[in-house]
């Protein structure tokens, strides 16, 4: 380890951050990790679990530390990035949020160079301090944009941090990071909360969920994620989003055709294209 | 443990009917199983692999044998169901299928009696014999339908060994478990193989699923299921299996109408509906 990091501001003590701040304290033990959260009962859970060490509610606290990491919902990151202006030149800003265009693009100019767009592709239907582990991010992907924007200096923090929290860096584009996500991510979670909501809306859910195996369990879990953080994202994405809703219907409806019509070759042909999957994943 | 298993038959030595003679072996260690299967490659690993003790492909074989459990695709139970008019009055033959009314419909009246139509609501993604464990079974579900059409031994012996096994029994009319079963595993199977046809078809699926956290992880496992069983499933629960996608079609559609009309307010009321799951699963 080169980088040294003494000051760390965790802004939103959930499951993103308060796990970031507990897999930064395995790496830097000596770190102090000052947190903020608008929630007072976060504050006092995440002093509590022992996941930051003090509390602020002022932001001026926070602009000289060496890591800023914003952990909040994404509609909240674009707010709270135009009040750190003020922040150091050596000071590294890391946003954990799912989509990146119009956070890059909200980025003051003053402050581009100290800002690190980061997505790590990792998270559990759980929410809150409470939620936090120190694994959550080991041997997961994380997703760099548009780092040619960021400063040398916040770079190597960003790189060496997420490498040695054992994590996979990949690199790319904001719009096409945006793109894939909403295929990999976004629009899968609109798929869990209609399967949930089509199950829960039937005359006697808990007899059908009584029945769940680990295949609705399975699909049926991100349907369990925060509305908070997930209107956000849905918001930001809203175009990716529609058009990969669009994708996917086209295939159910494909599917469901196929069962109509009682064409179980090319529904067998179907099937057997999916799972493609064992190969990749 | 009160009942005396000592001869099994195990047609179908998958991952269904492999860990279910792994499960026997630990309840009866001293029962004789007998595999059959049409794939010569699945009876010489099931015989490697100790999953059975002797092969036949003789039907006639196992017509006195204690034990008879049809782990094969549901038409396929449906075929050999009508090869077992001659078993014992003793034998007990249960079958494994995901679907139940054509099955119990199907069992010739002159053994009605020694059949007991069971659905263990449980499996993995892979296939074949090596796919086989012994704990595919305990903690899970398994729902009993049309009990009473069984006779008083074949009821006792389904219930005593699905309790020693660790499992917990519903039971339930075969047409409302075919309903129930549609909406909590069929139709999330036709999600599971359209959301995969979906990224697999798009320009670059690999760097896409590069990208892929838990939850595609959780929500495309599934798509990797054997075709040649699920083709029988939506043959056999047709009627059921596109109700239930018309149901979640419809939620789909809210949630897209929404996201397309940026109406948040709701969008977030329907995401916090389907967090109810979290009360219930």
Redesign the interface.
């Not at 592709?121 to 559990?124: A, E, I, K």
């Not at 629009?187 to 039937?202: C, E």
């Not at 994708?247 to 159910?252: A, D, R």
């Not at 179907?270 to 064992?278: C, G, K, Q, V």
């Given at each position: 380890m080169q980088i040294d990091i003494k000051e760390v501001a965790v802004i939103g003590l959930g499951l993103m951050g308060g796990s970031f701040a507990l897999a930064l304290r395995e790496l830097y033990p000596k770190c102090k990790i000052t947190g903020l959260d608008h929630n007072d009962q976060h504050c006092i859970e995440a002093l509590e679990l022992g996941l930051v060490d003090r509390i602020t509610d002022e932001i001026s606290d926070i602009y000289e530390v060496d890591l800023i990491i914003l952990a909040i919902p994404v509609n909240a990151i674009i707010a709270t990035i135009k009040e750190l202006e003020n922040v150091s030149d050596t000071t590294t800003i890391m946003d954990l949020g799912s989509t990146k265009r119009l956070i890059v693009e909200s980025v003051p100019n003053s402050i581009r160079k100290n800002f690190v767009a980061a997505h790590p592709?990792?998270?559990?239907e759980k929410f809150g301090p409470t939620a936090a582990f120190k694994e959550l991010y080991r041997g997961?992907?994380v997703?760099l944009c548009n780092i040619e924007d960021s400063g040398e200096l916040q770079r190597k923090v960003a790189k060496e941090i997420f490498s040695d929290m054992g994590m996979k860096i990949?690199y790319m584009d904001a719009n096409e990071h945006d793109r894939?996500?909403a295929?990999?991510?976004h629009?899968?979670?609109?798929?869990?909360?209609?399967?949930?909501?089509?199950?829960?809306?039937?005359e006697n859910?808990?007899?059908?969920?009584?029945?769940?195996?680990?295949?609705?369990?399975?699909?049926?879990?991100?349907?369990?994620?925060s509305?908070n953080m997930?209107?956000d994202v849905?918001?930001q994405n809203?175009d990716n989003?529609?058009q990969?809703?669009e994708?996917?219907?086209?295939?159910?409806a494909?599917?469901?055709k196929m069962?109509?019509e009682?064409d179980?070759d090319n529904?067998?042909k179907?099937?057997?294209?999916?799972?493609?999957?064992?190969d990749?994943?």
């Open positions: 592709m990792t998270g559990t997961k992907v997703v990949f894939h996500a295929f990999i991510s629009m899968p979670h609109a798929l869990s909360y209609s399967l949930a909501n089509s199950v829960l809306h039937q859910p808990k007899a059908i969920i009584a029945l769940a195996g680990g295949g609705f369990r399975d699909m049926s879990r991100i349907a369990k994620s509305p997930w209107i849905f918001k809203r989003l529609t990969a809703i994708c996917f219907k086209s295939e159910l494909k599917c469901e069962v109509e009682e179980w529904l067998y179907w099937m057997a294209e999916a799972n493609r999957l064992h990749i994943l």
